[in-house]
């Protein structure tokens, strides 16, 4: 009643509603009829009521009491016109992993169906270390409390994130039933979900991103994947106008014009819509320093001026933008497998996967002038010329072993490692050989794998110019034919002579064996030599401008932002005009600190 | 028994006793007998018997234990002339708060007190957000284990200061039955208690201090407000003579005359009383590495003599200084409720309300020449001409809004801010304005609040000297007739020309605004211009040397003390005398380090 | 019967097994049945099977099972040839203590015992603090959730670790019943178990170590400890070969020979036997980035060649190493009841006992040619000329206190603390002096004890050059007739003319009281004076080797290792012959980066 009273009114004012539904934060009527709702904590305390996802949703009162509410409010807002979205939950995530009995039950369920019976499990778990092994699944604990192997933190992690899955989906069923706008989850740039599996049955892929002056390059990373999980633009469901804040805040002012970018920067890499949390400061209660659009008085915020501009010139640009889509023949592969393996083995006790791949690959290939796709396990290969594979762990996901084989024997250039295929679906080490597949393919072996940031490993291109390998080396013998790209000098009698960087033709296409973490100058040079192999055209620009090809039915162009508030230059390949000012322009143009140029051909 | 005889022993030995009452070590036979006595943490543990506090001051089975020691020992003393003092409990304090039955329920009627209905809290507290509104005060949980919202925290955190202040009150008004020896409870620099609310029906206020010599001008802070409390001198309760330390030390020893001088610190500036812990240290248990004036062998430490020296001048002084107090007409502004307010919502990640109102203002103050009183929100105002008031979150508390104004009006100087007037009693913004009343009051709007440290935003004086602000900018439109003093010059072209600082006329007083937290040049500039309006007159001092004017009904003069070790010089404003060493002194004296002059008109 | 398998197996193949008992991983099974076998948090939390160590020692179940185990294996390989020794459970310990019920009443049964009545402990604990005296010693709760006094923490430490021994010696009586070869418990560089005490009843010390190239000179202090633990050489019972790691490494690869010279050193100092963990890495589970001799794939490590080296050379000089033992006339006191007691009253906030006993003494005498013994409290004294005593904070432990006075009176020079004999055995001062013998065996009284760094206490050695205390200063009067070392010079007046260093004769020996921590060149000058005093020759060296003479029936030699990967020199005192090259040496010869040299006369 007075949500619809709510919806009314600002329909009546020209807002159009996305509707969330309000699981994450059950009210403490519910908890008091039924305590199992609450979160139970490994040390046997649930959490208190006042937050938001102190929630299991495995209870079943509380999956009964989610199904009547979202029945409910989907029956009451059916057809209304105001709706044109709906948002299931919150930024959904389980913490360590609720510890309740039903939790705990379906984990057995879970792992029964998954190993079929306690025996295959020990073994695949090599159980037999450490008087491990178990009689029944019912025998095994939530992974806490104990110095815990790989495998079962791994599976706890996505045990959890798969009953999340489940309880988006239920409430999906339900709204799909009565409504036909479109339906997501607002998902935050945390390993919280599987975003693959996440957004399956959901219709559009929502996100929330609160990057600062200093990172949005991670923005970018983000925005470069979310296009890749539907062909429908992803929604920016939450980003702030200013600064992030809970009772205080941490962070200051941005530079102007920083407000209009971040509003930007996902439309141009994809995205659509844009929505500020918050539209005006809370008075009271949560976020009290959140930046926003108003003041608790209704006095404006200092970056009202920029959100105006920003809605203005999206009107402008609306008829290129929404006919237009990104376009990339390189990809890189970021899943949500590896990310849970690296969280539960990190490998290397500094590792942090997702930072690793911002940093180590995809930040040098936006800096070379190529917006890569970043793509998970199950995306369509067919229209990359290009792909890195860096950390993929295990290559047993979505098929890829046996996809990648067939992508690039018909000509596709994969750089693959450092850390790739060394495991298999499950976390384990191969047994018969180093890596699942690329020995077999390449010919070459992997002789050694040891952590060394170049203290004692020395190597070198085959020009003579040094090569710099961060944090871990993997140490290969060539096989006949290939082109050692980097070879090792130095560190150890048994480690001098072998590959570290090593080309092996493959059917049509190649594979490029990268054996460590480049420095910032040795992957610029690697990205230079497959993307040559590989036919790829890198845009010609310096500093921190993205250059973003466009294409749709009707429009093709070019979108340049400088992202870094420092400057830049782009090199246009031919005439282009400015949809926004209207200026023609060609050949070297100079982007100014946070200037976006919408061109079109 | 065994009390009076140690009791008696000191007396025949010329040595009188404040008498401690015992309830901050509640014995093992009440806690085996009265588990519920215990501590009762979050995570359902209750504390073990062993250190100190471990007890829930809401347990009626520890109430009614407490009320009858308290009573046994009051009838046992309560003529004895050796006991000059009763102490209640010691350095009273409740960890995250006891989350008990007693506790929760008690906390349910506080609340229910405080905030008539339910619907009341939740409409304050702005529960709508995030599904958190609660249907009855018993549903309310202990303010942990969640994300709470600030003013629950704050409630909670207020709700056992209360507690304790109730179980302080508990026992003096037994004792005043009883005894006729003044009664008080030591505390301890830390936001355990609301200090002027504590000693409310207590005699004398009684405070444990243990700074070093890197942070004396913590202590002057300190004794500047403890003077403020009560008509009559505060107590010295407890303070260590060398180095503190439990069964070991993080600290080195003191420099020579530290000792002497850190023992008349509290003197000079209002106290009376000098006690030292320990004695005599313990030969076994707790505490064996603290400082102490003996051995546990009997040998004395290094520091006896300073402590030998220190007893002798105190009684040579004595005359003059029972007979003065230390006078003041500048007052900093300093409150339990905007303590417990900037802990429950820090407003900036790294802000520390205390440290800050010490390092921003009162040692820039005492560096100026001014010694201010530091008051609390009841304090009468009269008598100052110039009040400070930095970080009043809130002004509704002790009526200060009207207070003040009224104050300002009969001819005070107020500076107000940065951070001042902000919140409503309960920490929740205004909805109508940005500020309580001083918007009203001056005729100034706050435009914008930002979190900056002159990283962005750049301003400067009139004069067109820089001005430096830290953390936080309030930035005003200055009203028609107002004084701006620091203006904006850039940072976003929204804030160009707001004013940092701005000066209005009211009645025969003024405001000052002040809208960020000054760099040290900075606000001693402004403590200028103030004290210039005011007509307050600093004394001439360089170096690190406090002057401290006393008047009484028959002597009138002023101490000086240097307070780092490093020596300065002070100016007299006419001749005076020492009254230790006889000295007859004018004009510009010099004092070595660690140097105390007790002058005499 | 598949354990007899892998034996057998092994046998056939050459290689003999060293067997352990299983007692550290308990089965699930066996925890499902009793939950109480499982360790218990102090919050009231059980371990989760899926670790190590989740047992409670004290269980009956665990006890009755461990038996009932231990007793099956020793009967089925008691004549087993291919059973060389027996490993009984796995480096012991007990996290912060169990809590369970049988642990705490096993905790008042040995308090009981230990101190009679609970009058007698309230006595020695001095519980009149702070209320904390108990009726009974039912009422004694385990040293957790509380600020305890430091006596009840160290009995809680000492309480588990005797549960521990108590539970390996339950074993090591089983397997004595049955089988004949050498029976001991693989222990680690940490504070887990008293070693003397540990190894009793046990036939062989055995020792898991993990030193990496930074710290090799720690290795050395504990093989030189080791060594004299027993009368039969120690055993190596796992170090790694490369790396440590458990599923991911922290460490990187090591320069080329650390791993042969790490595997030579503990037979250089008196071990025997070479086992590495892991032999080849685990495939799946724990442990997975943990350094090995070969891949899950079977393929070597690149250290393979390095151990086969090794391999060899034990060969070529078995016959020199199995008839000598290490030779040394000094000697370095290092105890278990020190070691407790420092961890539950450091003295100091940053103290750690171990290892400023390490780096303030044991590297100095190394790097000053003198190999030490480092000896518990209950080794026989009459072989050594020389002991350092720092850090023994009581020297009541084994009859140290008569040993000491009887060995110096016989000849012996006795470097004494600083921190030497100040605490009883329970860690409570003394309360008629300040020492418990030193003042009365030397007539120098202890005056002052002090936390300073030479911050403010300046002191200097007789021929005037300055003397720098780190930390902490005890200063001496000294006796008439003491030969006054370092006196000080500043710092407080109280102070000047003290003794930090002084010399005393006591029957054919002398004590040297030592009253601060040395710099190291204060040390290596304290100990040219205290070897010259005693008649200790060093040996001639430079840079990082060790010399190490050895001795035995038949041969006689020094062993050489430069263990910094750096070089450096030795002045032979005689000719000599490389046992492994066969090079006649004599005079000054150089040491490669981690060369070793077995040299026999």
Redesign the interface.
Known sequence: MWLLCVVDALGANGIKTVMGT?T??????LI?QHPEVAYL????????????R?CCSNAPAYIDSSREIVTAMAREFAHDKNIVGWQIDNEIYSWDGCCCEFCVNKFHRYLEEKYGTIEELNR????N???????SFG?I????????????IYEWKVFHQLSNIEFINMQAEILKKYVSAPIGTDMMPFNGLDYEKTVENLDVVMFNHYNDENNLANAIFWFDYLRTLKNTPFWNTETQTS?NG????????K??GFCRLNSWLPVILGGEANMYWLFR??????E??HGALL???G?P?????EVQQTAFEFEKAAEFISDTRVQSDTALLFTSKNWNLFE????????SYCERLMNDFHKPLIESGIVPDVIGAKKELSEYRLIFAPYMMTLEDGGLQGRLEKWVRNGGVLVAGPMCDIRNA?????????TGMLEKLTGC?L???????S???KSQWTDGTPFTGKMWHELYTSCDGAQELVSVTG?????VGKAVVTKVKLGKGEIILLGSIPSEDDIKKLIGIAAADAGVIPFDISGSVIAVPRKGENYEGLILAEYKNQGGTCILPRAMTDVLTGDALSGKITLTPYEIRILQI
């Open positions: 309000p994450a934060t059950p009210p403490i009527w008091k904590g490994s040390d046997g305390v649930r959490k208190n009521h006042g937050g938001r102190h695949a778990w090599n159980l270390v450490f008087s491990q092994a178990y009689d025998e604990p939530p992974a806490v409390n104990a110095w815990h192997n790989p495998h079962i600064w809970s009772s205080s805040t941490g962070q200051v002012m530079p102007e400061q809370h008075h009271a209660g949560h009290l320093l003041y608790p008085s006095k915020f200092h970056i009202f001026g539960t083995q990190r490998i290397l006790n500094d590792f499950l976390g384990a080490h191969y047994r018969d050989a180093d072996t002789d050694y794998s040891i952590p060394d940031s203290v004692y490993i560190g150890h009698s048994a480690v």
